[in-house]
């Protein structure tokens, strides 16, 4: 069974930096992804970030490219997200997901495993 537990986020002022952190285990295949995923209130949840343990392929969506970076150690037991130069449209929860099968989700992954969520707020 895979688990993923996120931690790390919280309150910060525009301009500021976090780095969320997915401790993930679990995982019965050679092959998989793991991502970052955000809600923020009355929208939509979206795809983030994501990285691939098989070649750390990483991907970004085009509103974080630049301020955030997507890393994993140790075949991505821990994935991080180090996210600076907030702003008020990244609040939002942020969710840890991992895909081990093929979608059309980030990096071609399906993702099926998904944390808790960690509330990011960015306000002055």
């Known amino acids: 069974q895979v688990q993923l537990v996120e931690s790390g986020g919280g309150l910060v002022q525009p301009g500021g930096s976090l780095r969320l952190s997915c401790a993930a285990s679990?995982?019965?295949?050679?092959?998989?992804?793991v991502a970052w995923f955000r809600q923020g209130p009355g929208e939509e949840r979206e795809g983030v970030s994501a990285?691939?343990?098989?070649?750390?392929?990483?991907w970004y969506a085009d509103s974080v490219k630049g301020r955030f970076t997507i890393s994993g150690d140790n075949a991505l037991k821990t994935v991080y997200l180090q996210m600076n130069s907030l702003k008020p449209e990244d609040t939002a929860v942020y969710f840890c997901?991992?895909?081990?099968?093929?979608?059309?989700?980030?990096?071609?992954?399906?993702?099926?495993?998904w944390g808790q969520g960690t509330q990011v707020t960015v306000s002055s």
């Open positions: 997901a991992a895909a081990d099968s093929t979608g059309s989700g980030p990096l071609g992954g399906y993702y099926d495993y």
């Open positions: 679990g995982f019965t295949t050679d092959v998989y992804t």
């Open positions: 990285i691939s343990n098989n070649d750390a392929s990483t």
